[in-house]
């Protein structure tokens, strides 16, 4: 396995400004027209920048599902704008990979996993043998190098969403959107990906974006976390995560530090539940 390091392969250099990868901007999403019509999200500015972990925790229903269809061009805003490496979202861009919740419905449960690995690769008209690279890299990274013949339904449900992460990295995606990825597992298993997620994050220097109704979770994985407000959802604080680099799931989760951070977000939370 992976050693987290401590350091990504992104980080800026002392004095350097740290690249925006992501930029949102105004965003305003609203479902149907007229009195019928539902806003979803309101008004939604931040930047992530390139090697960050950002989490977006919001109140079920708040539109953070909304938020990243948004970003990732599968629905048109219906005001502002969202960029990816300074080009403005119009439709998917190539260069980013989505991981949803869902793991059983996002495999094609006919191809081996290192099929459902490489089936993307394909579609970027990546060859052969690079392929072939890709994906033996990708599924050493989850822990999963010897599992290549494996069909989806021979896999445990953390297993199927390590096959899942796999194909989101070996695309190499400018930005990394994650959708309630661990919130179909027990509790040991979310655990482990957790921590899998973080170590392959900073190893590779990934820029992630991750949403969560987790407050735990959110705290645990990110470098900042972004707290929404219920429906519509606007952004109520954006919470640097000062906690060290190298966390474990017992002793961070016990520190003063993660305690406080935990609290202020429930207590944000709360205030905009109120
Ligand atoms: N296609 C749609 N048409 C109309 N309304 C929609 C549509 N999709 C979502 N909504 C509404 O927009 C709001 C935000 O939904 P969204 O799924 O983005 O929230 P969420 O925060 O991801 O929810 P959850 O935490 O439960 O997954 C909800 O009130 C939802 O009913």
């Known amino acids: 396995m992976i050693n987290i390091t401590g350091l990504s392969k992104n980080d800026p250099a002392p004095g350097e400004t740290p690249v925006a990868m992501l930029e949102v901007e105004g965003l305003n999403h609203r479902f149907g027209s007229g009195p ?8 939604l500015t931040f930047t992530v920048s390139a ?38 979202v119009q439709g998917v861009p190539a260069d980013l990979a989505v991981v949803f919740q869902d793991y059983s419905r996002s495999l094609f449960p006919w191809l081996t996993v290192a099929g ?9 008209g990546i060859g052969k043998e690079e392929r072939r690279r890709r994906v033996e890299e990708a599924l050493g990274w989850v ?38 990825p661990f ?5 040991q298993t979310r655990f482990e990906l957790e921590d899998l997620l973080r170590t392959v ?6 820029t992630v974006l991750l949403v969560t ?47 406080a951070l935990r609290g202020e977000v429930a207590r944000l939370l709360q205030k905009r539940a109120a």
């Open 36 to 43: 019928d019509a539902h806003a979803a999200v309101r008004d």
């Open 51 to 88: 090697g960050q972990l950002a989490c977006i925790v919001g109140p079920s229903g708040c539109g953070k599902s909304t938020l990243l269809r948004c970003i990732a061009g599968l629905i048109k805003p219906t005001g502002g704008k969202v960029r990816l490496h300074g080009d403005e």
């Open 116 to 124: 459902n690995v490489e089936f993307p690769l394909r579609s970027l």
């Open 143 to 180: 822990g999963l190098a010897g599992s290549q013949r494996k069909f989806p339904w021979q896999l445990s449900g953390g297993m199927q969403q390590r096959v899942s992460i796999a194909r989101a990295l070996a695309s190499r995606p400018a930005l990394l959107l994650m959708d309630e």
């Open 183 to 187: 919130a179909s597992v027990d509790a």
């Open 201 to 206: 994050q900073r190893e590779q220097g990934s």
């Open 213 to 259: 109704h987790d407050i735990d979770e959110s705290v645990y994985l990110a470098d900042r976390v972004l707290v929404l407000s219920s429906s519509p959802a606007t952004i109520v604080a954006d919470l640097p995560v000062d906690l060290p680099a190298e966390r474990d799931q017992i002793t961070t989760r016990e520190s003063a530090e993660f305690v």
